[in-house]
């Protein structure tokens, strides 16, 4: 992917940054995009990319990105939204405030990044990875109002790809299982959650961004120019496999 243009928003976590890595190695240029301005050009810096903070729930942050970057590259081949949260609660315990940040950040962020890509990319096509999650293609205790966003994640870039294939659009998204990160962190660092979480998983363990990445950077590679409307399981199996242990 060399010479090739992506806008990453929500650069700085961990699968963010594992994305951004993988690209520069292969050429690309990128802008990075996130909330804390220490951390998005600590990102920039290291890795040689634009740095642009920006609160992604506001479409007019996300719009004003994409078009700073369309002027200083001349197009955008990529854009990967990876903003996102994680709430674990039964619906009942479930606030308003809650509900509505969960799908601020987990489906309007996503929409407003289809939306925003779309109009940029109307001429050249290009390249569209969403966040949603294995909770989305299961049922998962306490996990209501995300699943919830997260599947809405799969039925817009589903619905975006049928839109815009004829402007050579492609729009996919990863769903991970349980993941390293540091949104993760408050299930990964208790002995117990983590162990019963790893038991979900076929494979016996968690993911690691680096493998999120990977699947992420793969569905951004033009070469990938047949892949559309899909939603790819990097998982470890906790959507689809039972083990018997």
């Given at each position: 992917?060399?010479?090739?243009v992506?806008?990453?928003?929500?650069?700085?976590?961990?699968?963010?940054?594992?994305?951004?890595?993988?690209?520069?190695?292969?050429?690309?240029?990128?802008?990075?995009?996130?909330?804390?301005?220490q951390?998005?050009?600590?990102?920039?810096?290291?890795?040689?990319?634009?740095?642009?903070?920006?609160?992604?729930?506001?479409?007019?942050h996300?719009?004003?990105?994409?078009?700073?970057?369309?002027?200083?590259?001349?197009?955008?081949?990529?854009?990967?939204?990876l903003?996102?949260?994680?709430?674990?609660?039964p619906?009942?315990?479930?606030t308003?405030?809650?509900?509505a940040?969960?799908?601020?950040?987990?489906l309007t962020?996503?929409?407003?990044?289809?939306?925003?890509?779309?109009?940029?990319m109307?001429?050249t096509?290009?390249a569209?990875v969403?966040?949603s999650?294995?909770?989305?293609?299961l049922?998962?205790?306490?996990?209501?109002?995300i699943?919830?966003?997260?599947?809405?994640?799969?039925?817009?870039?589903?619905?975006?790809?049928?839109?815009?294939?004829?402007?050579?659009?492609?729009?996919?998204?990863?769903a991970?299982?349980?993941?390293?990160?540091?949104?993760t962190?408050?299930?990964?660092?208790?002995?117990?959650?983590?162990?019963a979480s790893?038991?979900?998983?076929?494979?016996?363990?968690?993911?690691?961004?680096?493998?999120?990445?990977?699947?992420?950077?793969?569905?951004?590679?033009?070469e990938?120019?047949?892949?559309?409307?899909?939603?790819?399981?990097?998982?470890?199996?906790?959507?689809?496999?039972?083990?018997?242990?």
């Amino acid at each position: 992917m060399v010479d090739t243009v992506h806008v990453i928003f929500g650069a700085t976590g961990g699968i963010g940054s594992a994305v951004c890595e993988r690209l520069v190695a292969r050429g690309a240029r990128l802008v990075v995009a996130a909330r804390t301005p220490q951390r998005v050009r600590e990102l920039a810096t290291a890795i040689g990319a634009h740095p642009a903070v920006l609160d992604a729930t506001c479409p007019s942050h996300v719009e004003r990105c994409l078009a700073e970057a369309v002027e200083s590259y001349g197009r955008v081949d990529g854009v990967v939204n990876l903003v996102g949260s994680l709430l674990l609660k039964p619906a009942h315990l479930t606030t308003d405030d809650e509900w509505a940040n969960t799908i601020a950040a987990n489906l309007t962020t996503a929409f407003v990044t289809v939306r925003a890509a779309a109009r940029v990319m109307t001429r050249t096509g290009g390249a569209i990875v969403l966040m949603s999650s294995a909770a989305a293609r299961l049922g998962l205790a306490n996990h209501e109002a995300i699943a919830a966003a997260k599947a809405g994640v799969i039925g817009l870039a589903r619905a975006a790809a049928a839109s815009y294939a004829g402007r050579g659009i492609r729009v996919n998204c990863v769903a991970p299982g349980l993941v390293r990160t540091g949104l993760t962190q408050r299930l990964t660092a208790s002995e117990a959650s983590l162990k019963a979480s790893t038991a979900l998983h076929a494979l016996g363990r968690i993911g690691e961004p680096a493998e999120i990445a990977s699947a992420i950077v793969w569905l951004l590679d033009p070469e990938q120019s047949w892949v559309t409307g899909q939603v790819l399981g990097v998982d470890g199996g906790l959507a689809r496999v039972r083990s018997r242990g």
